[in-house]
């Protein structure tokens, strides 16, 4: 009799483990298709997705998400941003529910135009200075630079590069971006997870920030009423400058994929124009969907600079002056400040 127990009790733990070891196979073995080839897609398309069930499991119910929001298994792209995005697909079976994740990348369905500069001034700029940040505030050129022991924050008369007022940054810092905003310059530091403000009046330090998600600080940026701030990928990050919480972000690419390394970066005419790291390039990106819509070639101003290298002293430093609606170009330790109309290449 006691025999007859042991094998009822253990046939029933086998007959359990087995079940529940048939539900995890089952649910292992979904998988989601769509029609992004190579797990790309343009986002004037629609995305069919389907769901790949090779075992014919009897399925209740089947939903699909893209970040998070609900989609149809034919969906329209146009109002998604670029770049890449979680697809989930949850399934419902014999009581059991279980998601699949799938990743594809949105890109842009439009090419970028290819732009040029013409050089209307060219002023003076002090090749010692590592240029990270570059902006106009009320007619007055703010600018940045790196290199620990070097970092600092300076307002220049852009047109004798003479020094108004300038604050050094603490030697544990290497210096990156600046914006300027309400009366106070926001400013990032590269690998030190941490950002600092200051007045715009004085150039005094008021208070510091931490970054959230985004691991370091290369260019900084503001619309007026919010600040976008790139990290040396192809992610730029918008702020709440009361908070200076990471609240959104774009990923910048074009129809063939992702633009990275991005750096300084500026706001302007409802855009944003960001230099990239070992590129003679800006790029022109709407800030709403992150798409590339337009490429300017600076080689006609690097070609000026005595030592210009494409990694080190390279382009960095984009400032738009609304007084005059010209922009203003630099790089890291260059001798020259080019101002500059952009047109048609």
């Excluded at 014999?94 to 970028?112: C, K, Q, R, Y």
């Excluded at 940054?169 to 690998?191: K, R």
């Excluded at 985004?214 to 900084?220: A, K, L, P």
Aim: aromatic letters at 10%; glycine letters at 8%; a negative charge.
């Amino acid at each position: 009799m006691k025999a007859f127990k042991y094998l009822t009790i253990i046939f029933l733990a086998i007959t359990l483990f087995s079940c529940g070891d048939d539900v995890e196979a089952q649910k292992k073995s979904f998988s989601i298709t769509t029609n992004a080839k190579n797990g790309t897609i343009s986002i004037d398309k629609t995305l069919e997705v389907s769901l790949k069930n090779p075992k014919n499991i009897q399925v209740s119910s089947v939903s699909y998400q893209l970040d998070g929001k609900t989609i149809e298994d034919k969906q329209a792209l146009s109002d998604f941003k670029l770049g890449e995005h979680t697809l989930k697909a949850i399934i419902n079976f014999d009581g059991e529910t279980t998601e699949v994740n799938h990743t594809i990348a949105l890109l842009s369905d439009v090419a970028p135009k290819f732009l040029t500069v013409d050089i209307i001034n060219t002023f003076p700029h002090d090749n010692t200075s590592f240029t990270q940040g570059l902006e106009f505030n009320n007619g007055v050129l703010f600018e940045s630079t790196g290199q620990r022991g070097e970092s600092k924050i300076m307002k220049i008369d852009y047109k004798t590069g003479d020094v108004i007022t300038e604050t050094a940054i603490p030697d544990a810092f290497f210096g990156e971006g600046i914006t300027v905003l309400n009366n106070t310059v926001y400013h990032l530091t590269w690998q030190g997870r941490k950002g600092f403000t200051y007045d715009a009046t004085t150039l005094e330090k008021k208070s510091s920030f931490n970054y959230g998600q985004s691991q370091e600080g290369w260019g900084f940026a503001n619309d007026g009423t919010k600040l976008y701030k790139s990290d040396g990928t192809s992610l730029i990050w918008s702020l709440n400058p009361e908070t200076l919480i990471e609240e959104d972000h774009i990923q910048v690419c074009t129809t063939k994929g992702k633009i990275g390394r991005l750096n300084e970066i500026e706001f302007a005419n409802n855009k944003l124009y960001a230099n990239i790291w070992e590129k003679n390039g800006i790029a022109i990106i709407n800030p709403k969907n992150g798409a590339v819509e337009a490429v300017i070639d600076c080689t006609i101003l690097t070609k000026q600079i005595p030592n210009f290298s494409i990694n080190e002293n390279c382009l960095n430093g984009i400032a738009y002056n609304p007084e005059t609606q010209t922009f203003f170009l630099t790089g890291k330790r260059w001798d020259k400040l080019f101002e500059v109309k952009i047109v048609e290449n």
